[in-house]
């Protein structure tokens, strides 16, 4: 059984089922997804409204995983780390190299991860909405902003399949005027209309893929941190010392202490 929950900061979606949430604590949704259906994997879509998404030219910028969450620090409007942010490399024109870059606040990714396994719920594929509509987008080398009216109504400024921003449609006007500076163009880039009818969001996530090298697969990470048996004695054993030492602390400040007042 396929299953999409596209989240945002008040709704989420199960398939075509809506459900309201407080935008802090998504476990009645997962449980309800539970009862209903007995599902054990489902592919998450995030909406605008509580993901990121931008892409940078990359220049001489080094590849990795590291480099390029130092350099995007600074464009995310909130705090991010290795565990909250995704990136791929996109290739535009002759040879042109680009990062697509899709991130989330870090208490929702834990409220996700933390809840689908509390559910036994195996998240497949964690993803945004501007992601998944720039795709529609390969093959036009010049950018284009996609109008999408469903769970939201959206503007997608995407070029062959990089989204550049995601805004609400009611920022057409100020979309343009950034359309224009951004990628120099001369006219209003073209507008195309994707309703209900022309995106079908179930298909579309699970057309993406799941595996592959980080620079070519865009997906969140979906699983808690496990800590290892080794790490939990290398705890252990660091508990114990720091508690040994003290206690050779204040062994010590005690001696002092009687030593001082018997010198007296």
């Avoid at 290739?91 to 870090?106: F, P, S």
């Avoid at 070029?159 to 609400?168: E, K, Q």
């Amino acid at each position: 059984m396929k299953i999409v929950v596209y989240v945002t900061t008040n709704k989420v979606w199960v398939g075509e089922k809506e459900y309201s949430w407080d935008g802090r604590d998504i476990r009645s949704v997962f449980e309800k997804i539970k009862k209903a259906s007995k599902v054990s994997n489902i592919r998450v879509v995030l909406g605008s409204d509580v993901s990121f998404v931008t892409s940078v030219k990359s220049g001489d910028i080094p590849l990795t995983r590291k480099n390029i969450l130092k350099h995007i620090k600074s464009l995310v409007p909130f705090e991010i780390d290795d565990e909250s942010f995704d990136w791929k490399q996109v290739v535009l024109g002759y040879n042109e190299n680009w990062v697509q870059i899709v991130a989330l606040r870090k208490n929702l990714l834990m409220n996700l991860k933390t809840t689908a396994e509390k559910f036994g719920i195996r998240i497949d594929k964690l993803t945004a909405i501007g992601v998944l509509l720039a795709e529609k987008t390969k093959g036009r080398e010049a950018p284009v902003i996609i109008r999408w009216n469903d769970r939201e109504k959206l503007l997608v400024l995407a070029v062959n399949g990089l989204a550049d921003i995601v805004v609400s449609s009611a920022n057409r006007d100020e979309l343009m005027v950034y359309a224009s500076h951004r990628w120099g163009l001369a006219v209003n880039p073209e507008e195309i209309l994707f309703d209900g009818n022309r995106f079908d969001l179930e298909k579309s996530i699970y057309e993406e893929k799941t595996g592959g090298e980080d620079k070519d697969t865009l997906s969140l990470p979906t699983r808690v941190k496990e800590t290892s048996e080794k790490d939990d004695e290398w705890l252990d054993s660091r508990s114990f010392l720091v508690g040994l030492s003290v206690a050779v602390l204040i062994i010590c400040i005690l001696a002092v202490t009687v030593f001082v007042v018997l010198g007296r």
